[in-house]
């Protein structure tokens, strides 16, 4: 039998397990965002590779010549990690070593992060070459861009 205190610590228990359970288990879908006056299109397949080869500066315009602003959120961030893994197929320590090896080699360095959705709107909103993620259902909100291609979490 159960006295108080046990009775206590086990339901205690279980509603910690639930709260974190149903946090982790929710999926969040976000959204590639370009200029609205960028006019690359093709397949998933193809504008995931895109995006990743301008993200990582494997290349530095978009096809037809536009020089391609990449930007990325704050490092530890939901929107973030999801990109790095969705998008670009890495984990915390590969992506660490792609720039330490670009810094070494190229002088090159991450795209700037932004923390704020608002932000990172205007910047997409105002240059042409300009990119970034958000969630899905603040892509809609984004004056002067449009969605590239979704991923989700899961």
Known sequence: MLNMFSK??????V?????????DARAETYAVVVNAENGFSGDDGALRTQIKRLYLKEQSTWPGGQDAVPFGREDGSPAQLA??????????????GHWLKLKQIRGETPPRGIGSARILSR???K??????????????????GKILFEFSTD
């Open 8 to 13: 206590f610590a086990l339901t205690s228990t």
């Open 15 to 23: 509603l910690v397990f639930m709260l974190f359970t149903s946090v």
């Open 123 to 125: 910047q997409i909103g």
């Open 127 to 144: 240059k042409p070459g300009a990119f970034g993620v958000v969630l899905a259902s603040e892509a809609a909100t984004i004056e002067g």
């Open 83 to 96: 990109f790095m893994k969705s998008v670009l197929g890495m984990i915390d320590s590969e992506f660490a």
